[in-house]
């Protein structure tokens, strides 16, 4: 069975891991072990114990707290019930001018901020950008991934959540 | 049984579908008994099949005269159960493995075993999306393979023809607003017997095409692949025995299916994944288009995913937009390809690829919208427009569950639109022509979770992309390139950034009427995305071009022309380079034609970021510089990464600096941002009094005519009752 050591996971993760090393990784048999090595090596990263259970973006992840399963930035930052969207607990910037999507935009042609804006998806704490959506006024907010939590750790992992 | 090989193949048909429904195995297969009894042998003969496909398309490239076939491989080859399943399949634009395979089942459900029959030798073509393909020009021919006089099997080749003779030249038609104007149709027509294709189709086809010599020798090169695999496949039964085929041919679709449901869960996380993406279609003021329906429209294509505990993935279109009088809409089977060939990309790259992985996998397409169209009439030419960026999307939601998972070395934020640019008229040799040009199979990629995305080399069709030659493309169009760049910041921003995109810039040569036209040109919105705080990247570039330019005088003065549109969005090069008559066009370019002289730009896409713009590498920002993939100017203001210049002028990060004005970056996006709960509550009143441009206000109320779901959600959303709200739109 493939498997890697836990610091080939944390370069990997990184972005760290020589091409050549990542390119084999891309075309091995996936390991089995991934998971829980890649749990720890983002544990290891955060500066917080409460237990990562699931990630769900870059900087944010599912964690079992003393508050209960919330969504947690890497900074500490809590956005809650991880149930609930946590875009609707964030600090948000929407660029719906053409001057705020030049910033983004400097040399090329960019949307008409009547049919779409972007809108950023900040953590109130640190400042970090976890998500950017892309879409046309008045369209609600997307809700982007509702893990079957229970499922996953039950019949997946084979270690049901307690 | 119904399903013996000597039963009427309809009956077979049934009941390997009755029996997959029964069981919710293939064909009822819920033991590998080949598999178990010898692994080795069961391998070795898929690899074999695989061989058999991967050779009869090269052998069949070089029959073909297409540069698009030739040099940038527009095609795919399999081989196919009785049933039309598909059992093993060549590289190249595998999104037609599965379209052939409802063409077959097409053929079979509408009786042709009686008439017009179906025998050894004989070839049967079809380019009809209803039927079972994406567009008017992927023609795809299928043969039927016959052992001892008992049908075991077919043999199947697709190739993008780049002239199909439909109203504007070319085959992603974008002036075609219904069926009638796309081109010459073939539908499930028996084309050939006894090996040949008949005289009177191939004068069919000269007749109807501005250039048949690609699509008749296509169909030559898609024969003789079909036979080599026949033949092939013969041998291979000489030495196994026909029942042992008819059952392995079987256990290799199972098996495929199996491993699909055992890859999901191996990679992903079960749940529900939502996203989505638009496309702006603007024709408001351009030649040609009849007034069916709105001229301007904007499309939100929502995809929600569920991977289920046993590893099935679902993908649901509700809330999407309808059909309309445009080539933008797709069928079913177009709609199925693109959930295919996205597959053998992201999940199918161990073990058995074929049929199996489609039937682990569910497509909800609502009825009447443009994924699954109530009117057969409709036009598909253009169906990439649309498709391309759904897929994107679906990329999008397979990656963050690969995230989720820890394979981040999978994550890819996903395929852009690449638009074509097509052209016919007078060649240089003064003779007629029209022709796709397909150096668009080349776009720059979406961002990875732990790299930035291909430049220049992605497209979502064809895994193996490729622009081809400049050398060739000169040789079979009257425009010479004087510039073919990469365009700086055209990947999506972010920690890692989207690949960029390359753009052309060409000179109209030795003709006096060469028609130029374009499609998959999405205008005023993004149609691709970011991922986990990477940003879309650039919208569509307008097309820009001189006619009656100076270049000739310029070029004999020894004076510097330019070979880019330059970086300014607002004055180009071309203004200050050439003179003449200067022409700035929003969407597909459909106007006068060209002649020797103009001067002529056309950009491709480049793909949306992966992660906070704020982490990204400042050295490997100072190559990206020195190699003109970002401007210095935009990894400042955009990146937050300041650069000096060395002793020889190249770039050099500043680390000290760039935290700095990170940290300051930082700080002031915290002073500017607001609550959501805020910026929601004045939304609101915004949605209340449906406050938006009158497309946007069309798009929610054409949504909501077809959705309930959309409607609920959005009424929950906002607190308001959206149909009220849009009622004056949905008239």
């Known amino acids: 069975m493939t ?48 237990p990562i259970l699931l990630p769900v973006s870059e900087h944010l992840f599912i964690c079992d707290s003393p508050e209960g399963r919330v969504t947690k930035c890497e900074c500490g930052h809590s956005f809650g019930d991880y149930r609930k969207n946590w875009k609707l607990s964030a600090s948000i910037i929407v660029r719906d001018t053409e001057e705020a999507l030049r910033e983004i935009y400097p040399t090329s042609d960019i949307p008409d901020p009547q049919w779409m804006e972007i809108r950023e998806f900040i953590c109130p704490q640190c400042g970090t950008l976890h998500e950017v959506e892309a879409a046309a006024p008045g369209y609600p907010i997307v809700h982007d991934f509702e893990p079957d939590l229970e499922g996953f750790y039950r019949e997946w992992l084979g270690r049901p959540l307690e | 049984m119904l399903n013996k090989p000597t039963a009427p193949i309809r009956e077979r048909l049934i009941e390997s579908e009755r029996l997959m429904e029964q069981t919710g195995c293939y064909n009822g297969i819920t033991e590998l008994s080949l598999r178990n009894d010898d692994p080795l042998r069961f391998e070795t003969l898929h690899t074999k099949l695989r061989a058999y ?108 023809e780049l002239e199909a003779g439909g109203i504007t030249p070319g085959g992603d038609v974008a002036l075609a607003q219904e069926r009638f104007t796309e081109g010459l149709f073939v539908c499930a027509e028996k084309v050939g017997e006894n090996d040949e294709l008949r005289r009177d189709y191939v004068i069919r086809c000269e007749r109807n095409l501005r250039m048949p010599i690609y699509w008749v020798l296509d169909e030559k090169a898609k024969v003789a692949s079909c036979i080599d695999m026949r033949e092939s496949v013969k041998s291979l039964i000489d030495e196994i025995g026909v029942d042992y085929w008819l059952k392995v041919s079987k256990e290799f679709i199972e098996e495929g299916r199996r491993a699909q449901l055992a890859r999901t869960r191996q990679l992903t996380v079960p749940g529900k994944y939502r996203g989505h993406t638009f496309y702006g279609h603007v024709t408001e003021g351009k030649p040609g288009y009849q007034p069916l329906g709105d001229p301007n429209w904007l499309y939100n294509i929502p995809i929600e995913m569920e991977v289920g505990l046993d590893g099935k993935i679902t993908m649901d279109f509700e809330g999407t937009q309808p059909w309309g009088y445009h080539s933008m809409n797709c069928t079913p089977a177009g709609m199925d390809g693109g959930m295919f060939v996205t597959l053998t990309q992201h999940m199918n790259f161990e073990g058995l690829v074929n049929d ?32 391309l960026p759904a897929y994107g999307v679906f990329q999008r939601l397979l990656s963050r569950s690969f995230v989720a998972r820890g394979f981040v070395e999978e994550a890819f934020v996903g395929q852009v639109n690449s638009p074509m640019i097509e052209m016919g008229g007078v060649s240089q040799y003064g003779t007629p022509f029209g022709m796709a040009h397909f150096e668009c199979a080349a776009a720059g990629s979406g961002a990875l979770a732990i790299k930035d995305g291909l430049d220049t080399a992605y497209v979502g069709w064809n895994p193996e992309s490729d622009m081809g030659n400049i050398e060739i493309w000169e040789q079979n169009m009257p425009m010479l390139y004087i510039g073919r760049s990469i365009v700086p910041n055209s990947g999506g921003a972010g920690k890692y950034r989207g ?41 569509c570039q307008k097309h820009r071009a001189v006619r009656n330019s100076n270049v000739f005088e310029l070029a004999g003065q020894g004076r510097p022309l330019a070979h880019t549109p330059g970086q300014n969005p607002y004055h180009s090069d071309f203004e200050m380079r050439f003179e003449g008559e200067f022409e700035l066009v929003e969407g597909p370019y459909i106007t006068a034609p060209h002649k020797s002289g103009d001067i002529f730009s056309h950009s491709y896409n480049g793909g949306g970021g992966y992660g906070d713009v704020l982490e990204r590498d400042a050295e490997k920002t100072a190559w990206d510089v020195e190699n003109g993939f970002l401007t210095k100017e935009a990894a400042e203001a955009v990146f937050g990464i300041v650069l000096h210049e060395d002793a020889d002028g190249m770039p050099l990060p500043d680390f000290d600096a760039t935290a700095r004005l990170r940290k300051r970056k930082r700080a002031e996006r915290l002073e500017k941002a607001v609550p959501v709960s805020q910026w929601l509550e004045k939304e609101r009143e915004r949605v209340k009094h449906a406050d938006f441009a009158p497309e946007v206000r069309k798009m929610y109320a054409s949504a909501m005519k077809l959705s309930q779901r959309f409607t609920r959600e959005f009424d929950e959303f906002w607190q308001v009752d959206g149909k009220a709200v849009f009622a004056k739109d949905a008239k």
Not at chain 1, 15 to 34: C, E, F, H, N, V
Not at chain 2, 504 to 511: A, H, M, Q, V
Not at chain 2, 517 to 529: G, K, L, M, Q, Y
């Open chain 2, 356 to 387: 199996g992985a489609w039937m682990a996998t569910e497509l909800k397409l609502p009825h009447g919208t443009w994924t699954n169209p109530d009117n057969e009439l409709v036009a598909t030419a253009t169906s990439w427009a649309l498709l």
């Open chain 2, 499 to 539: 690949g960029c995109s390359f753009e052309s810039t060409w000179l109209i040569n030795k003709t006096d009427h060469l028609r130029l036209v374009t499609s998959e040109h999405s205008s005023r919105v993004f149609d691709n995305a970011g991922m986990c705080g990477g940003y879309p990247a650039p919208t």
């Open chain 1, 3 to 50: 498997s890697y050591s836990k610091e080939v996971i944390a370069d990997l993760v990184a972005g760290k891991l020589p091409w050549p090393q990542t390119r084999r990784i891309m075309s091995a048999y996936k390991d089995d072990d991934r998971f829980f090595k890649y749990i720890q090596v983002l544990q290891d990263r955060v500066g917080w114990n409460d």
């Open chain 2, 53 to 160: 496909c991967v050779s009869a398309r090269e052998m069949a490239r070089r029959i073909s005269a297409s540069p698009g076939v030739r040099e940038v491989g527009e095609m795919v080859v399999a081989i196919y159960t009785p049933e039309g399943d598909a059992i093993a399949l060549s590289n190249g634009i595998m999104v037609h493995v599965h379209t052939m395979s409802r063409f077959i089942k097409w053929m079979i459900r509408n009786g042709y075993e009686e008439n017009p029959g179906i025998r050894d030798g004989d070839i049967f073509a079809n380019n009809d999306a209803f039927i079972g393909t994406v567009q008017v020009p992927d023609v795809m021919d299928v043969m039927p393979i016959f052992y001892d006089g008992i049908l075991v099997g077919w043999a199947g080749a697709v190739c993008h």
